[in-house]
C-alpha cells in the first residue's frame, strides 16, 4: 500500500507566479484534505474535497483553490503567490469524510521568493 | 487567541523517562481528540485518538482528555532517542471533517 503520496516534494516559485500541487489518497480512501504548514506552526486546514466537491473550507483566500478528480486523487492550486505562501502543503485523506484515521502525506515544500 | 494551545518546548528527557505533553483549548465542540508525531521533513503521522472524555492506552502512549477542564494529555513511557520528533495534537468536532491542530512541541529524547 502506498500510502498518501503528493507530488512535487520541494517548489520554488516567484512571487504573483501560480503553483499546482498533487495528491493521490491512500488507497480504499475518497476523501482528501488539504493542510498548510508553517514553519514552526501546526497544520491549518485549507479545504476538503469528497465525491468531486469542495465540503468545507478553512480561512483561506480564494487564491487558494482545489479540484477532485474520478480516481479521488486531488489538485491545490494557488495563484497570485507571496511570500507568506512559504510553507509545507499536507493532503491527508480519510474514508467518507470520517477525519477520526486521517493519513497524511510527506507534503510538498513550497518557498516563494 | 488561538482554539488550540500547546507548548512549543524543546522539552528534553534522558531515555527511558516519561514524556508528559499537554494541550488546552477553548472550542467546547470539540469531540475527538489526536495526537500525530511528525519528524522533521515528513507529513503527520497518527499515534492515537479519543472520543470525548478518559482514558486511551496503546502500547507505551497514553491518551488522556479532561473535556470539563477543555485539557488534554499524551504519556510516553520508556522513552526511545527514536521519539524525538514534534507531537501535535489535533481536535475535531462531531462532524468530524475538519482537524484543528496545536502548534506542536518538539521533544528530544537523549541517549
Known amino acids: ?113 | 487567541q488561538k482554539e488550540v494551545e500547546q507548548d512549543p518546548g524543546p522539552l528534553s528527557v534522558p531515555e527511558g523517562a516519561i514524556v508528559s505533553l499537554n494541550c488546552t483549548y477553548s472550542n467546547s465542540a470539540f469531540q475527538y481528540f489526536m495526537w500525530y508525531r511528525q519528524y522533521s521533513r515528513k507529513g503527520p503521522e497518527l499515534l492515537m485518538y479519543t472520543y470525548s472524555s478518559g482514558n486511551k492506552e496503546d502500547g507505551r502512549f497514553t491518551a488522556q482528555v479532561d473535556k470539563s477542564s477543555k485539557y488534554i494529555s499524551l504519556f510516553i513511557r520508556d522513552s526511545q532517542p527514536s521519539d524525538s520528533a514534534t507531537y501535535l495534537c489535533a481536535m475535531m468536532g462531531a462532524a468530524g471533517n475538519k482537524l484543528t491542530f496545536g502548534g506542536g512541541t518538539r521533544v528530544l529524547v537523549k541517549p
Do not use: M
Open chain 1, 1 to 113: 500500500d502506498a500510502g498518501v503520496t503528493q507530488s512535487p516534494t520541494h517548489l520554488i516559485k516567484t512571487r504573483g507566479q501560480q503553483v499546482t500541487l498533487r495528491c493521490s489518497p491512500k488507497s480504499g480512501h475518497d476523501t482528501v484534505s488539504w493542510y498548510q504548514q508553517a514553519l514552526g506552526q501546526g497544520p491549518q486546514f485549507i479545504f476538503q474535497y469528497y465525491e468531486e466537491e469542495e465540503r468545507q473550507r478553512g480561512n483561506f483566500p480564494d487564491r487558494f483553490s482545489g479540484h477532485q478528480f474520478p480516481n479521488y486523487s486531488s489538485e491545490l492550486n494557488v495563484n497570485a503567490l507571496l511570500l507568506g505562501d512559504s510553507a509545507l502543503y499536507l493532503c491527508a485523506s480519510s474514508r467518507q469524510l470520517v477525519n477520526t484515521e486521517a493519513f497524511f502525506g510527506q507534503g510538498t515544500r513550497l518557498t516563494v521568493v
